[in-house]
T-cell receptor
Framework: GAGVSQSPSNKVTEKGKDVELRCDPI?????LYWYRQRLGQGLEFLIY????????KSGLPSDRFSAERTGESVSTLTIQRTQQEDSAVYLC?????????????FGEGSRLTVL | KQEVTQIPAALSVPEGENLVLNCSFT??????LQWFRQDPGKGLTSLLL?????REQTSGRLNASLDKSSGRSTLYIAASQPGDSATYLC???????????FGAGTQVVVTP
């Protein structure tokens, strides 16, 4: 597609439920990133994919968080047994070595609210 | 550990004035620096990307400078308009694949 696409745009869930957030990067972008933005706070890095592998997952806050990427395209961020502190906007970005090296393009985000 | 600071945290100016937004970083070994704009409830829009070998980048009314040795970047927005009201974020990358460390942002309000 023309830009990074994320779904759902909004998700309300009950504490303890599992959620999946999806990211469709810009076609041909081999690098994909997940960030989290809590209300009133800055962006926190979660995980980075290069192709289908994740060389840096240092930002995942706990083992309840996991992510995968298949076919060097779509990525899914899964949060198990959600907690209220997981409420945030989850932003996905993609990047390519072609053109402006290292420029990241972000999606609109998935807003997660845990009740 | 790289830390990115943006000053001021908030800024209000009348329409037509020039905007000056500051960003500082503690580790000068950066690959690039990127400025973003974020509107309420929206994702981030890339404004300018400056590679570590560059001193500045320009796009329309926007100009960003980079002084790697002093760990500073400045975003200038000329002749501000109400539509420029948003939060502006600075981010630095320490590798070619672009993992970014963000500042907390400067919230800008341009009054008509």
């Amino acid at each position: 597609g023309a830009g990074v696409s994320q779904s759902p745009s909004n998700k309300v869930t009950e504490k303890g439920k599992d959620v999946e957030l999806r990211c469709d990067p810009i076609s041909g972008h081999t690098a994909l990133y997940w960030y989290r933005q809590r209300l009133g706070q800055g962006l926190e890095f979660l995980i980075y994919f290069q192709g289908n592998s994740a060389p840096d997952k240092s930002g995942l806050p706990s083992d309840r968080f996991s992510a995968e990427r298949t076919g060097e395209s779509v990525s899914t961020l899964t949060i198990q047994r959600t907690q209220q502190e997981d409420s945030a906007v989850y932003l996905c970005a993609s990047s390519s070595r072609r053109g402006k090296t290292g420029e990241l393009f972000f999606g609109e985000g998935s807003r997660l609210t845990v009740l | 550990k790289q830390e990115v600071t943006q000053i001021p945290a908030a800024l209000s100016v009348p329409e037509g004035e020039n905007l000056v937004l500051n960003c500082s970083f503690t580790d000068s070994a950066i690959y690039n620096l990127q400025w973003f704009r974020q509107d309420p409830g929206k994702g981030l829009t890339s404004l300018l990307l400056i590679q570590s070998s560059q001193r500045e980048q320009t796009s329309g009314r926007l100009n960003a400078s980079l002084d790697k040795s002093s760990g500073r970047s400045t975003l200038y927005i000329a002749a501000s308009q109400p539509g420029d009201s948003a939060t502006y974020l600075c981010a630095v990358s320490t590798d070619s694949w672009g993992k970014l460390q963000f500042g907390a942002g400067t919230q800008v309000v341009v009054t008509p």
